[in-house]
């Protein structure tokens, strides 16, 4: 089954997602930027920092550590999960920006409280 239709919103198979995504790298199989983005979306909604770790090694690893998409995800888990100056950090490095990437750090900002911070 395709692991995106584990990662699809609200679909409960967050675990199942993950234990696909490590059953691709045990198989060797060849990962895209848009495996890695959907990882860390899986592991936004598990609040998992260590496989968002693993998954952010990957992306780097696997040569696609300037990807807007999967950078975003990124810097949106590190939000959501109150680590607002690690996704700062995520998002000072992207070399591109859109304006997902800069309402993801925005949201970030204002959910913490900094809203000042998300308006400069």
């Not at 409960?12 to 060797?28: H, K, N, P, R, T």
């Not at 936004?44 to 968002?52: D, G």
């Not at 959501?80 to 309402?103: L, T, Y």
Request: glycine share 8%; aromatic share 10%; proline share 1%.
């Amino acid at each position: 089954m395709c692991t995106n239709r584990y990662v699809q919103q609200d679909s409960g198979y967050s675990e199942e997602a993950l234990d696909l995504y490590y059953e691709m790298q045990d198989s060797g199989v060849k990962m895209e930027h848009f495996t890695f983005s959907m990882i860390v979306r899986v592991c936004t909604r598990l609040a998992s920092l260590e496989h968002a770790k693993q998954a952010h090694t990957g992306l780097i690893c696997h040569g696609f550590g300037l990807d807007i998409v999967a950078n975003t995800a990124l810097v949106d888990f590190h939000s959501k999960w109150g680590r607002i100056d690690d996704a700062r950090k995520v998002f000072d490095k992207m070399p591109h920006k859109n304006f997902i990437s800069w309402n993801a750090l925005i949201i970030g900002y204002g959910n913490k409280g900094r809203g000042i911070e998300a308006l400069e």
